[in-house]
């Protein structure tokens, strides 16, 4: 029957509100879901099927009407100010409206502007910057012509803000593994946080406001040109066995902007035909973090003492420390790659061992600068167990020589020499190596040695008479050693051309 209550709205704006009704029969099984907003409303007046014939509204109240029967249409006439921007968005089908909305926007005059039809699903959507003061027009109809008493309309006026959302990226479609944070006693475990900017640029900084006790939390600012960053949770050897729901935030680093948004994790509850569509779900404004058991294994990175160089490469470090009796395979990831670092998608510490060298490249265009990585190891501890290493470093430079290589050719069993010319970017101490990689089988060569000072340097090429013939790409390997690690990149490149020797002339 019926039953009246009074409640208290939040004060925020909401698209989500769900409102739950008790009584001295229990609470109802699933809320009432509201929208909340923070303009006010202007309703439809009939007759407003023409243009001149629009309802009088104001900015930025929202427009509401009903398209009552077949081919109706209603028209709101209102002010707009040059340069105002607003998001226009219809919501129908969205609040269970059989309505299919078209939305068209003209001048007071009838010239049209905009419009658009189906941008969100069904409903309708579409920004626009008024170009003068003036009036216009919105006129609103059913897509198919149709219409009914049930057939409720309301269009939002939305002025464009910045607008922030955090989240974890999918591990697992339709899944909400790893989407919550699970730190082991005196251990690690880290994520990849990720961040949606709209109408705004601008590096970032994180905020776990009230993280359980015993947890801190390691990251670094996103830069502006980065969506994702990397963030390590840490738990004390004594923290208690708890958790909590986070108000997990990110904010710009310039507090004068004022612009902050927080995490937003959205749990598929119901999903079906066809493929694999989404029917209901709920979307939660908090992070999950607790403190587990202990874990009888954890990771370190080797802190490397070089950078990797655009172009380069390195073996980087990862050490696995055991519990005594605890000797299962460890499988690790890295599954933050800074922009043109790449490597393969996992590697094992084999069981029993306790260290694993993983495999980096660098491409030619590889963001310069010292980016935070970390490693994520998972093994069977009665189920799949997570831990990660600790927020290291990985200096991204460019090259510290460059190799500009001249071509080369002879005949098969013949030498020839390959001139290289050094352009040196960066000093460097002692001497180096230079490698030509890419000779075809039975050509040789030696490794040329460098410093400094070298500007040039020639490899002599042997060929054997069953060398194949053709032309062959090279390119050298450049090997320098600082602060006793090797700084390994390949550069330059260029073709040994190798020809079948001439017959011999006929007998005259």
């Known amino acids: 029957g019926e039953l009246v209550r009074d409640i208290t709205v939040p004060s925020e704006v909401l698209t989500e509100y769900g409102l739950e009704i008790s009584d001295e029969g229990g609470v109802s099984p699933s809320p009432n879901t509201f929208m909340i ?36 249409v209603d028209c709101f006439k209102f002010t707009a100010t040059k340069g105002q921007v607003f998001d226009i968005e219809c919501y129908a089908r969205r609040v269970r409206s059989p309505l299919d909305p078209v939305m068209n926007l003209y001048r007071a005059n009838g010239q049209s502007l905009a419009g658009n039809d ?53 591990v697992a479609r339709y899944s909400q593994y790893r989407q919550q944070i699970y730190v082991a006693r005196g251990n690690r475990f880290a994520t990849l946080m990720s961040a949606s900017r709209s109408n705004f640029g601008g590096d970032l900084t994180f905020e776990g406001n009230n993280l359980p006790e015993g947890i801190s939390m390691v990251t670094e600012n996103m830069p502006s040109n980065m969506s994702v960053a990397p963030i390590v949770f840490e738990a004390t050897a004594d923290a208690p066995l708890a958790g909590k729901l986070v108000d997990f935030q990110a904010k710009h680093v310039d507090a004068n902007t004022g612009i902050a948004g927080g995490f937003r994790n959205r749990a598929d509850l119901i999903i079906g035909a066809p493929g694999q569509s989404l029917y209901v779900w709920k ?30 490469e390195m073996q980087l470090k990862i050490v696995a420390h055991r519990k005594e009796g605890f000797t299962k395979a460890i499988n690790v990831q890295f599954p ?42 998972s093994s069977d501890v009665n189920g799949a167990a997570w831990v990660s290493s600790q927020l290291a470093k990985l200096n991204v430079t460019a090259p510290i020589v460059n190799v500009a290589m001249e071509r080369a050719s002879c005949e098969q069993g013949q030498e020839t020499q ?28 030696q490794v ?22 053709g032309k062959h790409n090279v390119f050298c390997k450049v090997h320098i050693t600082q602060n006793a690690e090797p700084v390994i990149a390949r550069s330059g490149g260029t073709q040994l051309q190798v020809d079948k020797p001439l017959p011999p002339p006929p007998n005259a």
């Open 118 to 170: 189906d941008s969100r699903g069904p409903d309708s959507y579409f920004r626009y910057t008024f170009p003068d003061d003036g009036e216009y027009v919105l006129r609103i109809t059913d897509h198919l012509g149709r219409g009914g008493v049930d057939f409720v309309y309301r269009v939002e006026f939305r002025a464009v803000k910045p607008v922030l959302t955090l989240g974890i990226p999918r």
């Open 283 to 312: 979307d939660v404004g908090q992070l999950a973090v607790a403190v587990v058991d202990e874990l009888p294994f954890q990771l370190e990175i080797v802190q490397p003492n070089v950078p990797i160089v655009q172009n380069g």
């Open 448 to 469: 040329l040695d460098f410093t400094k000072e070298t500007e040039q340097l020639i490899f002599n090429i042997t060929t054997a008479a069953d060398t194949p013939a």
């Open 37 to 72: 907003s923070e303009n006010g409303n202007s309703l439809e007046v009939e007759p407003n099927n023409e243009v001149a014939q629009g309802s009088p509204a104001e900015l930025p109240n929202a427009f509401n009407g009903i398209i009552q029967e077949a081919n109706d």
């Open 418 to 445: 390959l001139v290289v010319n050094l352009t040196h970017v960066t000093e460097f101490e002692g001497t180096a190596k230079l490698e030509l990689v890419g000779l075809p089988a039975k050509a040789a060569t």
């Open 336 to 377: 933050f790659r800074p922009p043109g670092i790449g490597t393969t998608s996992s590697v094992n510490i084999p069981e029993g061992q306790n260290e694993v060298l993983y495999p980096l490249n660098a491409a030619g265009n590889a963001q310069v600068r010292e980016w935070p990585i970390y490693a994520l190891g």
